[in-house]
């Protein structure tokens, strides 16, 4: 079961893959879509889109997870991040993928354990959890990390329906 | 030449048609798109995108026009306001359609003829521009103010450049 974490930015935007094995996570892969500052924006956001098109097509991920924004430096930078997240979401829903968001705090305690955790622990905690050979490129760190928050959402909640299930008596 | 004015909108989705034939402008069509309430963000970013693809289909446009944002309320409405607006450019990029972003102030100038009139008094103007039986619904309105302004830069350039070209000597 292969999950896709996105972390959506209009200059850059993170995509990370995981797949859940029974109790084991595996890192697929990880990247970042970067577009030309030259480029106006819907050129950007025609970008953004295609790549995610193109990483949902090669990969078949089952879910898409990202991160759930409450707060904006501004509303200039909101309305820009706003533009790059709306597309990010159209990839998904148009491949029929259902999407989960998180807040940060979900994202770090799932991944560090610690809903405080810096944004370096995260960092170093993707990278052993992924078995990465370096610390992945920021946005593509972030991305895995809600990927990661989403399988283990996606493992307890499994894990709590089977142990609600009525079992047959003996 | 069909020109598409859209005014993006989490809930409601304007769009308006304008024909430019010659020196007059004929009024096409006029819509809103709304999303309903209960629907998760990205079902509603399909709506607008989806519906938006098909007034693109139907009347085939040659340009799209959406006003260019400067404000907003506050991040959080700009966030909401940046997704929608991000689909609705994608559907006019990927249908090869060239992106003109308009400010307000340019809006109203082009359709009232000053830059600081009020909102009733751009679509008491759009109404009477464009031959409506009565004041098309809000957003809608503002949609084919925007188109109605788009016209009237294209048309003027062209003058300018049909005036500045040089002309064979008698």
Known sequence: MIILGID???????Y?????????????DNGAITTRRGDDLALRLKTIHDELCRVIERYAPVALAV???????????????????????????NAGLPIAEYTALQVKGAVVGYGRASKDQVQ???????????IAQED???????????????????????????????
Request: charged content about 15%; overall charge positive; hydrophobic content about 45%.
């Open 67 to 93: 991160e759930q924004i409450f707060v904006a430096k501004n509303a200039l930078s909101a309305l820009k991040l706003g533009h790059a997240r709306g597309v990010a979401l159209l990839a998904g829903v």
């Open 8 to 14: 959506p930015g209009s200059r850059i935007t993170g």
């Open 124 to 134: 170093q905690m993707v990278r052993t959890l992924m078995k990465l050979p370096e």
């Open 140 to 170: 593509a760190s972030d991305a895995l990390a809600v990927a990661i928050c989403h399988a283990h959402s996606h493992g307890l909640s499994q894990r709590l329906q089977s142990a609600v299930r009525p079992r047959p008596h003996p």
């Open 16 to 28: 990370g893959l995981v797949e859940q094995r029974g109790n084991r996570l595996l890192h697929i």
